[in-house]
């Protein structure tokens, strides 16, 4: 699974304990420590309010350095309880509260990377700076303490997403789990899946944009019916759109977009949101090593601090890869023996792929200008039988000839490089005295198989000849025009 290349929200538990009783506190100029953790994170300190601090309790309370009174003044008993009237409710709740009596602006300290900031005691905000955190990690979601010593734990649960598809072998039946890669026959249709896990602080949010982007090379003619949509296993019908016009990203070919995922009312901290549909492999399909690519990646909201009205802060998974593949096979036509000279026009042939309830699937073909060379495109591995339906003329005919194309692909896409995924395309004859040889590009890329089927010439049978045997006609001849003439001198003698 990948993880979010962009921010998304972590959560530290919010403490809210004020009073307007006056409490002692034992040596009035106390200071506390607040460490931030070792990590790339840059955590902004704002002073809202200062105070005596017992255990748990902020007494004589005043406006601090970042809070939106007078730095020094009495916070009055107004603000105090409607402070206090929250201390049960949400995080989220809490902060729509706390944000109204701040500014955050000029923080007291900014520490990061195990550094410290003794602060007084009093009652602050923590929180990232903006545009600070970058690759997997996540925004805060506002960190609200009355400072004892605290040290800042950074809880970063961030989405989940991963892009898979299905193989399966015609002839066999057998059918993979989930997986990077998988070959088919141009004219399949090829099933995919999109997969994100919901963030763990998804409670935080007030709304959560939720987007699926998926982009596929020209091989691939994506199914817009097709789109099953899924909750935690559950199909949903209503919630998301299918987009594949007014793109939020224009080089992609549909997206499935919710945009606020809250309408869901199954939805939850962890929920899967899965997406099958099917792409038909069609005639631009790329052939054999380099295969066709199907990426895609999760866009989602990342900032739990704003209200994602509108215009959401959201941040993107990598872009996850899965491949398919497809094949050719070429058969080149000789007399007698494989030769230059010896390339045999005049033959046709018909190739079918051998089904699992044993019907046959006709495979096109595509002759050579010379008609010495015929190529069946868009194969996966499978049985196959090769039959000649036209034999050239003084040649015999060849027996059907059965064969079996084998492939082996990397069901894990763990390089950079696409054409590290099929690490093996072979042909086998079960029937036939034929042999394949990998057939390449003109880059010495391979994209199928190839092999060669010879006509041997048809038999005249053995005469004999010579002298005697012109002599034997002759003689022959002269015996049967004698036998003519005395037959008809009988019949007149009779008549007579």
Known sequence: MKKMKKVMALLLSLVMVLAMSVVAFAGGAATFTITAPATTHQYEIYQIFTGDLSGTTLSNVKWGKNGSGVEGEAVSETVINELTAVNSASDT????????????????????????????????????????????????????????????????????????????????????????????????????????????????????????????????????????????????????????????????????????????????????????????????????????????????????????????????????NVIVFTYQVVVNKYANSVAAGNKLPGAEFKLEKVLKDGTKKAIAVVKSSDETSFTFKGLDDGDYILTETKTPAQYNTIAPITFTVTAEHNIEWTTGNRNDILTSLTGDAASGTITFSPKTDDNNVQTGLETNVINKSGSTLPTTGGMGTTIFYVVGSILVLGAAILLITKKRMSAR
Not at 147 to 167: A, H, N, Q, R, W
Not at 170 to 178: F, H, K, L, P, R
Not at 238 to 266: M, P, Q, R
């Open 93 to 320: 709740e809490k902060l729509e509260v706390i944000k109204k009596y701040a500014k955050l602006s000029n923080p007291v300290a900014t520490i990061s990377n195990g550094a410290t900031y003794s602060a007084k005691a009093g009652y602050y905000l923590i929180k990232d700076k903006e545009g600070s955190v970058t690759g997997t990690d996540a925004y805060t979601l506002y960190i609200v303490k009355i400072v004892g010593d605290v040290t800042i734990k950074p809880k970063s649960d961030v989405p989940e997403f991963s892009k898979k598809i299905k193989d399966t072998n015609d002839t066999t039946g057998a059918i993979s789990e989930w997986q990077d890669s998988a070959d088919y026959d141009i004219g399949d249709n090829v099933p995919f899946k999109l997969e994100g896990t919901v963030a763990d602080n998804y409670a935080d949010y007030k709304t959560y944009y939720f987007a699926f982007h998926d982009k596929e090379e020209n091989g691939l003619s994506f199914n817009p019916g097709s789109v099953k949509v899924y909750v935690d296993g559950v199909e949903i019908t209503s919630g998301y759109e299918v987009k594949t016009t007014g793109l939020k990203h224009n080089d992609c070919t549909f997206e499935v977009v919710f945009e606020n995922l809250k309408a869901i009312s199954s939805v939850k901290a962890k929920s899967k949101i899965t997406v099958e549909y099917t792409s038909l492999l069609n005639e631009n399909a790329i052939l054999g090593k380099p295969g066709n690519v199907n990426e895609a990646k999760l866009e989602f909201s990342n900032n739990p601090n704003n209200d994602q009205i509108g215009n959401p802060e959201t941040g993107e998974t990598p872009w996850d």
